[in-house]
């Protein structure tokens, strides 16, 4: 289960419409790496951006690598319900090699995959109960709550590939980081992949204060992935 592009949102305190107040749109700027130094061309550079509006928030974010980029755009409502997620990956010659759509309507999520000229359609029953999330919308739900020291709650996971999964998300605290943005003392969030075995672990830490941005990210992308550490290099 891919939880990739969990990276940023500009989300206030737990219970707070997103688009209620706060700044009008802001942007991030990341690194990514392969958590054992190995692997230089799997190096990727991550841009965000959020826009904030009266119906909700728009994020976009676009990650280049030597091999690839990869355009994510995700739409929530102000309570960062998840509305739409839409992914584009293009080769290193610029083409297009696959392009994804996540749609939430009602009960369900309706997922549409084009790749190699090939299109495929699925639809996802809901779990009742758990907020659906996908990609970075995850991130943008973690920062809604605000997760303190032994609070947790699950949310409903829903992949680009056309998988699903529940995932438990577990506030630990504070931690101070120092990353080439800066020192931030960081609320900790673990979220495990309620997957039987596996169960891999990503964490995420958030700065202490609002806007809780994201300032850095550490696990495996999937069950047989390499572990990556993405980190806040500026705004």
């Known amino acids: 289960m891919s ?22 749109a802001e942007r991030y700027v990341l690194k990514s790496f392969p958590a054992d130094g190995q692997g230089s061309r799997l190096e990727e550079t991550v841009s965000a951006d959020y826009v904030f ?20 755009v995700i739409r929530t409502d102000p309570e960062a319900r998840l509305i739409e997620a839409r992914r584009r990956v293009l080769d290193a010659q610029g083409r297009e090699a696959s392009s994804e759509t996540i749609s939430v309507k009602g009960e369900v999520a ?8 090939r299109t495929r359609s699925s639809t996802i029953p809901l779990k009742p ?12 739900l973690l920062r809604r709550e605000a997760l303190s ?11 680009f590939s056309g998988r699903s999964v529940t ?11 120092d990353v080439p943005a800066g020192r931030f ?33 550490h696990g495996k ?3 047989f992935t390499r572990t990556f550490t993405t980190v806040l290099v500026g705004n």
């Open 149 to 159: 020291a032994g609070l947790r709650k699950r949310y409903f996971m829903i992949d």
């Open 110 to 117: 309706q997922v549409r995959r084009l790749v190699k000229g």
């Open 221 to 223: 992308r999937g069950p």
């Open 53 to 72: 509006d009266p119906s909700g928030v728009t994020y976009s974010s676009r990650m280049v690598s030597e091999r690839r980029v990869e355009e994510v």
């Open 129 to 140: 109960g758990m907020e659906p999330a996908a990609d970075a919308s995850l991130l943008l």
């Open 3 to 24: 939880l990739r592009r969990a990276w940023l949102a500009c989300l206030l305190a737990a219970g707070t419409p997103l688009a209620s107040a706060g700044p009008a």
């Open 185 to 217: 003392d960081c609320a900790r969030i673990e979220v495990t992949v309620d997957v039987p075995i596996l169960k891999p672990r990503i964490t995420y830490w958030l700065s202490a204060t609002s806007p809780h941005f994201l300032v850095q990210h």
């Open 167 to 177: 995932v438990t998300a577990a506030g630990l605290g504070i931690e101070t980081l």
